[in-house]
């Protein structure tokens, strides 16, 4: 380009009166042009590549479905399934775990006799999945045929015609909707859907795509005594979230976020891993949830290669190197016993957001990595004020940092959940701009309250063990 441009002005300046000056001229004005519409078709095939976070929304259930957890043991009580021991071992759970005292129950849990209908459990899905989607349609003033993508992820409750259905259906989506229903996948299936969304938006041009994150608890509580299966019944609580994506070049400048990476990571095909989390009936038949004691092993052989994988694509080159040169000292020379460097992940993320996974993997998470506990507050309050919504957890911290003011333009968001599989997601996100908090952010009108200072919590209580 240069060599060109260098020519003509020589030629301008020595034949300015030749004909051959206008061609060379022409020339010269036809390279550039074409040079130009490459460079418009590179930069437009890169911007299309993107994949954009419009807005979400995460469902504030009604004031009147608030539990404290005196309430909840209250209510467990008056049901007659539990043996004294599982009340006491409740109380402590919820105590322990870092639950506060304003989580929400479905109306089931608030009456006399604990006996859910299919009408019980759709009553909840309606108030949970409808209550995102009409507050994120509103928030983002998107009309509902421009989507064309839905995906609901819901791990245990599940139904015929599927979720989506029930959503097209009360929407009234278009008829050429491509719908996928995730069931089972556990608690990270709502970044699994993030994934599976980025890949769609990728053959379906011009659309739209919504997710709904979910847990819809009324037909799950477990009614034995069994501790292994009961922990669900102390920490799960009602929630849901609905996020809009979208692939349109026009969308960057009204977008909150850009996607930069999904990783996923799964260890389903060793037997530990899978029998980890596991739904099955006790020695009474009762069905339920087992949580047993490989939980943890099995949890950070997962997340480990996940955060790996999140490392290498995000750290600075400086966090890197040292990394590299520590490992090969070590495989050198092992008689130096140099202990394994752990790079500093708060160079590369501003937010770090981790499903709430229990106090003893999250103490884990943030030791390892070395976040702050301003990093975990995210998630510690979110379970601490809105329980285990399993799935739309991640959600709900993400709106925490909002409401807090924290995002600021060009920051990193790493979303990261892990569940029954075993499975573990990350998402990692740049914020478009600097993100102010909302009348529709669940946390706006109390933000001030939190954080709530749970540093004096008694040590988690055992369990993995079952009672029978
Ligand atoms: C969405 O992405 C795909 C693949 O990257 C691209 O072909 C399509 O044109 C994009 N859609 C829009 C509206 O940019
Ligand atoms: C399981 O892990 C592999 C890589 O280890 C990944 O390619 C795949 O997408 C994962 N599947 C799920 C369901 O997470
Ligand atoms: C990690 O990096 C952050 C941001 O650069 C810094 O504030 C923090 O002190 C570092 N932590 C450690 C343990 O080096
Ligand atoms: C929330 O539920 C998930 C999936 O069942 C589990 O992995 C996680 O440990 C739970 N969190 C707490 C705080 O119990």
């Given at each position: 380009m240069m060599f060109i441009i260098n020519l003509n002005l020589k030629d301008f300046n020595e034949f300015h009166t030749y004909p051959i000056l206008n061609t060379n001229a022409e020339i010269m004005f036809l390279a550039l042009l074409i040079c130009l519409l490459l460079l418009c078709f590179l930069m437009n095939k890169r911007t299309s590549c993107k994949v954009y976070l419009i807005d979400f929304a995460c469902y504030k259930p009604l004031t009147s479905q608030m539990c404290t957890r005196e309430l909840a043991v209250k209510e467990t009580i008056r049901s007659g399934y539990f043996s004294e021991e599982t009340l006491d071992f409740m109380k402590k759970t919820m105590e322990r775990s870092g639950l506060g005292d304003k989580t929400y129950?479905?109306?089931?849990?608030?009456?006399?006799?604990?006996?859910?209908?299919?009408?019980?459990?759709?009553?909840?899905?309606?108030?949970?999945?409808?209550?995102?989607?009409?507050?994120?349609?509103?928030?983002?003033?998107v009309r509902c045929e421009d989507i064309g993508i839905l995906i609901v992820n819901c791990c245990i409750y599940n139904t015929s015609p599927s979720v989506t259905s029930l959503i097209v259906n009360r929407?009234?989506?278009?008829?050429?909707?491509?719908?996928?229903?995730?069931?089972?996948?556990?608690?990270?299936?709502?970044?699994?859907?993030?994934?599976?969304?980025?890949?769609?938006?990728?053959?379906?041009?011009?659309?739209?795509?919504?997710?709904?994150?979910?847990?819809?608890i009324t037909e799950n509580c477990y009614t034995g005594n069994d501790r292994s299966k009961f922990l669900i019944n102390c920490l799960f609580r009602m929630g849901g979230a609905a996020i809009l994506l979208s692939n349109r070049t026009s969308d960057h400048k009204t977008a909150k976020y850009l996607l930069l990476h999904t990783i996923h990571t799964n260890t389903s095909s060793s037997d530990r891993s899978y029998n980890s989390i596991i739904r099955e009936e006790d020695n009474a038949g009762i069905v339920g949830i087992t949580i047993n004691k490989h939980l943890i092993s099995a949890a950070i052989a997962t997340i480990r290669p996940n955060v790996a994988t999140v490392g290498n694509l995000i750290l600075p080159i400086h966090e890197k190197m040292i990394y590299m040169i520590i490992h090969m000292l070590r495989k050198l020379f092992p008689a130096m016993k140099l202990r394994p460097y752990v790079p500093n992940y708060s160079t590369a993320v501003d937010h770090f957001l981790p499903h709430v996974g229990g106090r003893p993997v999250l103490d884990e998470l943030q030791k390892t990595l070395g976040f702050s506990d301003e990093n975990m507050e995210a998630s510690r309050m979110t379970f601490?004020?809105?329980?285990?919504?399993?799935?739309?957890?991640?959600?709900?911290?993400?709106?925490?940092?909002?409401?807090?003011?924290?995002?600021?333009?060009?920051?990193?968001?790493?979303?990261?959940?892990?569940?029954?599989?075993?499975?573990c997601q990350s998402v990692i996100w740049h914020a478009m701009e600097t993100v102010d908090r909302d009348d529709k952010n669940p946390?706006?009108?109390?933000?001030?309250?939190?954080?709530?200072?749970?540093?004096?919590?008694?040590?988690?209580?055992?369990?993995?063990e079952s009672l029978n």
């Open positions: 129950l479905p109306d089931i849990f608030f009456r006399p006799k604990y006996d859910p209908s299919m009408k019980d459990a759709r009553q909840e899905v309606e108030m949970t999945i409808f209550g995102s989607i009409d507050t994120l349609l509103a928030k983002t003033g929407y009234k989506f278009k008829k050429s909707i491509i719908t996928y229903n995730l069931v089972g996948m556990g608690c990270s299936a709502g970044l699994l859907a993030i994934g599976l969304a980025k890949q769609l938006l990728q053959v379906h041009r011009n659309s739209y795509a919504m997710i709904v994150s979910t847990e819809i601490y004020r809105y329980g285990n919504t399993s799935s739309s957890s991640i959600w709900y911290e993400l709106a925490y940092v909002e409401a807090k003011r924290r995002v600021r333009k060009g920051n990193r968001v790493w979303q990261i959940a892990f569940g029954s599989g075993f499975k946390w706006t009108d109390e933000i001030a309250a939190f954080p709530v200072d749970l540093t004096d919590l008694q040590p988690f209580p055992e369990f993995f």
